[in-house]
């Protein structure tokens, strides 16, 4: 249970980094916060998602759906 909370706060917090970037390239602030910080925190959150999912199918903590 602990590893699909973990996996959902990582989504909510790659959610929040899509939107932050998007108020930022909206706003068009040159000493604002550069949208690469975002983007960049968005696609590390990315994989580290699909590291753990990769990893929690191996050991067993998830169980793919065999039935489509």
Known sequence: M???????TLLAFMIYNLFRAMIVMNKNDPDG????????????VS??????????ILTGFIAPNHHP
């Open 2 to 8: 602990l590893f699909k909370i973990l996996l959902l």
């Open 33 to 44: 916060p550069p949208m690469s910080k975002y983007i960049g925190r968005r696609v590390m």
């Open 47 to 56: 994989i580290a998602i699909v590291v753990l999912l990769v990893l929690g």
